[in-house]
């Protein structure tokens, strides 16, 4: 206790001794490997890394984790080691590493508060009020990484139960119940930790056990060095996992980089030709945040130039996030922030786009910037969208530009408005306006006076993969029309779904790979759904919109955020 208060108040030359000396008392008193010890590491190795001295706090964290993963149920512990762990990390620029750990951090936390007897708000309050460092320091990992979908997730854990099940569409799981996703990357790393993890359970309680004997056997002093030898070698195969999992880790950063900075410009000279053919007024705007600048290349039918503006990542992360937050809470005026992105893209090229006497503006947007709405941006006195036209544009849809429009639209109206709650699944809300929302799209008849496109409807029940894939293969319905619940989890195609009318899932790895899927004769696609065009950490492939225009929709008309309005119920 000592120790800790001189830690507190940065005495940190007259804390580590006593840190040292605790250490050694309990190592003889319960043994190397006793949940106490890996207190006194994890005590000790934040005291090292408040100093910097991250060679010497590595060592004694790695052998923190270890020790806890024999004591799955002491989550506090496992909470406040993994978080010190994941902040040491961080301080190294091992950003990977730093969110796996983190994420793992809040979900020992998650777990904790679904075990508290008092429910109350109140209670669950107080517990929270000592663990926000652990979910601002995640929230905070993720922004400047640029996943700004992932740290809304983390930060709406600290909000009013009501604002975490408004975000996952999900009323029966509540805010004490919800774990944090894993990325493709880090389920790699969990999966390879578990398995090593799995070798070693009950190794380490045995040993304590054998440990408090006053007077062993023979037979159990052997079994007692046959479990420390294991143990070492357990160590041994941490610390070389922990290595091979920062290695892993940065590879897989540098490639995202790589994909992202390394932007096609000849991709670019060639939409030269396809916008003289659109016609004149139409500029393309290509954005590209790297780490201290954001570039803004302008591309017309003549020319293209380059612009910038020096910003660094994570400031322009956190604006993007600012202004996202703004836009979704009533009551509150997008104005001011709006008028900071305006002055970031749209001042810096405001003379280019004057002198093409711009008037359709293509956006395509790399990183977070995709997360914002670019015609509710602000110049002080009226929004971008009172100017120009603002399209999305994606490599995607590049083939389909030049294409004619079709003449005369059907479409095909599929929607879900029952609740559902099974295995496959989990629970979702009944969504009652659904049925109204596609009568007044679809024209079923000649008598219909609601509707205002002729086609059909398929509803509830009669929505399934095999009815979807006949209204895509029968190549009637220029225009598909789906409103439904999206479970997006940011990273993950596997576990990101649409929900259908029968109340299975239509995942999205499926989606993307499937040849009945193909949505060449597609004119015009619109999901009315939650995050159907948000990405994980801004790479554009892995969103629902970006995928079904890579599968051959022309058009895509998609959310940025959970759809939750009178109509929609409570967010889908």
Known sequence: NLANLYNDQGRYDEAEPLYQRSLAIWEKALGPEHPHVATILNNLANLYNHQGRYDQAGPLLQRAVRIITAYPTLLPLQAAIK???????ARQAHDGMAVFYQKQAVN???????????????????????KKEVYNDLANLLIQQG???????????????????????????????????????????????????????????????????????PQQQERMEELEARLDEHQQKFSALMTELI????????????????????????????????????VQISTLPTQDTLHLIVTTG???????????????????????????????????????????????????LEQAKAQTLMWNQYGSLRYIPMPALYDGQEYLVEHYANVLYTPAARDNLGDPAIANWRVAGMGVSQAHDNDQVGHFSALPYVSAELDGIVKTDATDRIGVIEG???????????????????????????????????????????????GTPLRMSEFNTAYAYNLANIDLLTLSACNTAVTGDGSEIESFAAVAQARGANSVLATLWPVADERSGPGR
């Open 147 to 217: 996943r700004i979908p992932e740290a809304e997730q983390v930060l709406a854990m600290l909000k009013e139960e009501e604002a975490f099940t408004y975000i996952r569409r999900n009323p029966s799981v509540g805010v004490d119940q919800s774990q944090l996703g894993y990325t493709q990357d880090e389920q790699y790393a969990q999966d390879k930790l578990q398995a090593l993890e799995n070798s070693i359970i009950g190794v380490a309680q045995e040993r304590d056990r054998l440990w408090q004997l006053t007077a062993p056997t």
């Open 302 to 352: 003549q020319v293209q130039v380059a612009r910038q503006v020096a910003i660094s990542a994570a400031e322009l992360n956190r604006l993007i996030t600012e202004y996202r937050s703004v836009l979704q809470t009533p009551g509150l005026d997008p104005r001011a922030t709006g008028k900071r992105l305006y002055d970031l893209l749209i001042q810096p090229i405001k003379a280019d």
């Open 83 to 89: 978080h010190h762990f994941a902040w040491s990390y």
């Open 247 to 282: 290695q892993y880790f940065a590879q897989a950063d540098q490639q995202q980089r790589t994909e992202v900075t390394e932007m096609d410009l000849a991709l670019l000279q060639d939409t030269q030709g396809l916008l003289q053919k659109m016609g004149a007024g139409t």
């Open 456 to 502: 059909s409807e398929v509803l509830d029940t009669r929505f399934t993969k095999h009815s979807l894939k006949a209204v895509i293969g029968q190549h009637r319905h220029p225009v598909l029309h789906i409103a439904s619940h999206f479970n997006m989890v940011p990273g993950n195609d596997d576990a990101s779904f649409l929900l259908l009318g029968d």
């Open 108 to 130: 020992a936390i998650q777990q904790l508060r679904g075990q508290l007897s008092d429910g109350s708000k109140l209670g669950q309050q107080a517990f929270l009020a000592d």
